[in-house]
C-alpha cells in the first residue's frame, strides 16, 4: 500500500478505524465460510449480524472515552484561550485521569502566574503614576507611546501626550530639547530655574527600536545640599569671628574707660565707635549664626486667630477669606518668624500697605499660605537667586531672610516659591497635612 494511502488511515477517527476493523472481520469471516461451508445464506445471515453487533459494542464501549477526550480537549482550548478558571470534571474522567491532573494542574500554575503578574504590573503603574520622575517612552519615529503624570504636568500642564511627537512637545523647553537630540544626559537648568536630572536609554522593543527619556527633579535636593554648605560656611565664620569680636570688644570698653578717665574725649570717642561697630557686628554675626543653627521643628496644632492678631500687630495687611478649619501642626513660633519676614518684605517693596494681603486654602492634602503685595516685584535674576543664602538686592539686606523662610518651610516638609504678577508679587507657601507634618524629618 501507498505511504499517502496510510497516512489517510492514520487521519480516520478512532470510530472509523473500529468500523474498518469490523468490515474486515466480516470480510474474512466471509471468505473463510464460502471456502469451508460454500454459500450458506443463514451463515451469511449470523455473520453480518455479528459484525453489526460488534460495531454497536466497540461503538457503546468508546463513548466514554470520546467524551473523556472531549472534555479535556475543551479545557486544553480554555487554557489556550487564556481562560485559566475552569478545569477537566474529574468525575467524569477515568481513563484519562492522569491527563486531567496534568491539565488541572497546568492551569493552577497559570492562573497563579497570571494573578503574580497583574500584581506586580499593578505596582509598577502605581510607581509610575506616583512617581516625581518624569517618564517619556517613544519608538524610533519620534513618537510618545507612553508619559506618566509628572511628564505631562512637565511638557503639556497634566494633558495627555500619547500619540505627539516628542520634538513638538518640548518647544516651550529648549533646554529639554537640546539635550535631547544631542543625546546629553546629565543636569539641566530649565527655564523656572528648576533643575532636572536627564537619563536617555535605547533598547529593543518586538523588533523595534524604542527610546526612555527619564527626568529627575532635583532642585530640591541640590537646594538642600547647597543650604547645608551654606550652614557650615557660616558656623566656621561665626566662631572665628566671635572669638575675635569678643577681645575685640573688651579692649574697646577698656579703653574707652582708660580714656575718660584721662579726659582724653577724641581717644574716648575713638573707643566708643570701635565698640559700637563690634557690637554691631556681633549682632549681625549672631543673626547668621541663628540661620545655621534652625532647631528642629517642635509641631503643635496652631491658634490661626492668636497667630493671625500677633502678625497685624506688627504688620498692617489683608486678610482674605477664612481662616483653615482643619488641624494644621507647625513650629508656631517659627511659622510667625517666616511670616514676618514675607510681610516686612512685602511691606519694604513699597507696596500700599492695604493692597498686601495674606490668603489661606486648604484641602486634606496641603494648606497653601498667599501672601500678595502690589510692588514693582523681581526681575527675572533676582527671582532666580532669592532663595539662595547672602543674596539680597537690598543695599542694607543680609541676604538671609527668604533663605530662613525657605529653610523654616521645608523643615517642616513644605515648599516656598516665588512668582510676579501683573502687579507686584506673589509668595506661596505649601504646608503638608497633619500625618505628613508629623512624620519624621529627614
Given amino acids: 500500500m501507498r505511504p499517502d494511502r496510510w497516512l489517510s488511515l492514520a487521519r480516520l477517527s478512532s470510530q472509523s478505524r473500529l468500523n474498518l476493523l469490523c468490515l474486515a472481520l466480516t470480510l474474512v469471516a466471509l471468505v473463510a465460510q464460502f471456502s469451508l461451508f460454500g454459500s450458506n445464506s443463514l451463515v451469511t445471515a449470523a455473520i453480518c449480524s455479528a459484525a453489526i453487533l460488534l460495531a454497536l459494542l466497540l461503538h457503546l464501549c468508546l463513548r466514554p472515552l470520546l467524551q473523556e477526550i472531549t472534555a479535556l480537549n475543551l479545557h486544553a482550548q480554555n487554557l489556550q484561550d487564556g481562560s485559566f478558571n475552569t478545569g477537566a470534571n474529574q468525575l467524569k474522567i477515568h481513563a484519562l485521569a492522569p491527563l486531567a491532573q496534568s491539565l488541572n494542574t497546568m492551569s493552577a500554575q497559570l492562573r497563579s502566574e497570571r494573578a503574580t503578574l497583574y500584581q ?72 523656572d530655574h528648576s533643575i532636572w536630572h536627564l537619563a536617555q536609554n535605547q533598547f529593543q522593543l518586538n523588533q523595534k527600536q524604542h527610546n526612555l527619556y527619564l527626568l529627575k527633579p532635583m532642585t530640591r535636593e541640590i537646594q538642600r545640599e547647597e543650604l547645608s554648605a551654606w550652614k557650615k560656611l557660616l558656623r566656621v565664620i561665626g566662631h572665628e569671628l566671635n572669638n575675635t569680636l569678643a577681645p575685640l570688644s573688651s579692649v574697646a570698653y577698656s579703653g574707652e574707660q582708660r580714656a575718660l578717665q584721662l579726659k ?32 528642629k521643628p517642635s509641631l503643635s496644632p496652631v491658634n490661626w486667630p492668636r497667630l493671625i492678631n500677633q502678625l497685624q500687630d506688627l504688620y498692617e495687611f489683608d486678610l482674605v477669606g477664612a481662616l483653615p478649619k482643619l488641624l494644621w501642626q507647625a513650629d508656631t513660633a517659627q511659622l510667625q518668624q517666616l511670616l514676618l519676614n514675607l510681610l516686612k518684605n512685602a511691606h519694604e517693596s513699597g507696596s500700599d500697605a492695604e493692597l498686601i494681603t495674606l490668603q489661606f486654602e486648604e484641602n486634606s492634602q496641603q494648606l497653601r499660605i498667599t501672601l500678595q503685595d502690589a510692588g514693582p516685584g523681581m526681575s527675572e535674576d533676582q527671582l532666580q537667586y532669592a532663595l539662595v543664602p547672602f543674596y539680597t538686592s537690598k543695599s542694607e539686606g543680609s541676604g538671609i531672610g527668604l533663605s530662613l523662610c525657605r529653610d523654616i518651610i521645608e523643615a517642616h516638609g513644605g515648599s516656598i516659591s516665588l512668582r510676579n504678577l501683573v502687579a507686584g508679587l506673589e509668595v506661596s507657601l505649601l504646608l503638608p497635612s497633619c500625618d505628613a507634618a508629623t512624620r519624621p524629618l529627614q
Avoid at 145 to 151: H, I
Avoid at 161 to 190: D, E, M, V, W, Y
Avoid at 276 to 282: G, I, P, Y
Fill in 120 to 191: 506586580r504590573e499593578l505596582l509598577l503603574d502605581t510607581v509610575l503614576q506616583s512617581s516625581p520622575t518624569a517618564l517619556l517612552l517613544t519608538d524610533e519615529h519620534d513618537t510618545i507611546l507612553m508619559a506618566n503624570p509628572a511628564a505631562r504636568r512637565l511638557l503639556n500642564a497634566g494633558k495627555a501626550l500619547n500619540g505627539s511627537k516628542l520634538a513638538s512637545s518640548t518647544t516651550t523647553l529648549p533646554t529639554l530639547a537640546q539635550a535631547i537630540t544631542s543625546r546629553q544626559q546629565g543636569l539641566l537648568h530649565l527655564p
Fill in 264 to 295: 582724653q574725649t577724641e581717644l574716648a570717642q575713638l573707643f566708643s565707635n570701635v565698640s559700637e561697630r563690634s557690637a554691631a557686628l556681633n549682632q549681625f554675626v549672631q543673626a547668621y549664626i541663628q540661620f545655621a543653627k534652625l532647631p
